[in-house]
């Protein structure tokens, strides 16, 4: 039986293209992305979802993580910035050719403390890790790099395929790629494991967060009061509160209209608690 739950509303601001929830336990801090507006955001975990503080940049804002001492990993348009606690900014790399006609998109820390990060928008798109001060190419055959995350052992790497509809299982680090599940209805988005080894998986254009097994058999819906339902992540002291970030993006007036909350946060409790999102190590 595939159980159901419903996710809360629990922010009063809406996002064009809300993305990218990581928790960061040593400061008890939220921190999202709204892509398209390139805001880095950071807010406080309680009934509802406070915001703190925003950091802007230039361009687009695929996605944030964080080192241990708190400083931000921040994956621009084309490159990668660290924010530095007392605000510097300094660069750490390029991943896209300068003027690509694409940007960098979701991106996740390692086991190992390892940034990767994918890309959309371009002929052919990439997953790269970057490590030892360069960027190794994982994939360079996607149609929308999204999604990723790992298994409770760090063993097992899942990965997502937006147009495609695929989510991509290997072995870590360098294990063959093959497809764990398809999703039929809408498209798969950002995704995380908790732990006990399930999937939660945001589907674009679905307005529901699906958990999978290992396997990839469904096991449970939360249905979500937005269409474009774009990622997840555990969160909070227990790890057992669910942000679902959402988007108003290719929304239509009638489609806002229907769906007022779209771009807010949401939370759920779904009897399941997350993994510990690990901290980017920059020597690494």
């Known amino acids: 039986m595939i ?8 922010s009063d601001s809406g996002y064009f293209l809300g993305e990218g929830p990581v928790w960061d336990p040593a400061r008890g801090r939220l921190l999202w992305v709204d892509i398209m507006a390139g805001h880095v955001h950071e807010g406080r975990l309680g009934d509802r979802i ?9 361009q687009s804002v695929g996605a944030v993580a964080v080192t241990e001492g708190g400083d931000l990993l921040v994956a621009e348009r084309e490159t990668l910035t660290r924010v530095h606690c007392d605000g510097r900014r300094t660069p750490v790399a390029r991943v896209l050719p300068e003027g690509s006609p694409g940007r960098l998109n979701d991106g996740a820390v390692d086991p190992s403390g390892r940034f990767l990060i994918g890309s959309l928008g371009n002929e052919r798109e990439v997953l790269v890790r970057f490590e030892g001060g360069a960027c190794t190419t994982i994939d360079d055959d996607l149609t929308l790099s999204n999604g990723l995350a790992w298994s409770p052992s760090g063993d097992r790497f899942y990965s997502v395929d937006t147009m495609s509809r695929t989510v991509y299982v290997r072995d870590y680090p360098a294990g063959e790629r093959s497809t764990l599940f398809t999703v039929a209805d809408g498209y798969p988005d950002g995704l995380c494991v908790d732990a006990a080894g399930n999937l939660w998986l945001a589907v674009w254009g679905g307005g529901r967060v699906e958990c999978r097994s290992a396997a990839g058999e469904l096991l449970a819906v939360v249905e979500v009061d937005a269409p474009h339902t774009s990622s997840v992540a555990f969160a909070g002291p ?16 009638a489609d806002l209209a229907k769906h007022p909350l779209s771009g807010r946060l949401f939370t759920a409790r779904v009897a399941a608690s997350g993994l510990p999102t690990p901290y980017w190590i920059p020597a690494l």
């Open 238 to 253: 227990g790890l057992d509160t669910l942000v679902i970030t959402t988007a108003t993006q290719h929304l239509s007036p």
């Open 50 to 58: 406070e915001p703190v503080r925003t950091w802007s940049f230039e």
């Open 3 to 10: 159980t159901r739950y419903t996710a809360e509303p629990a």
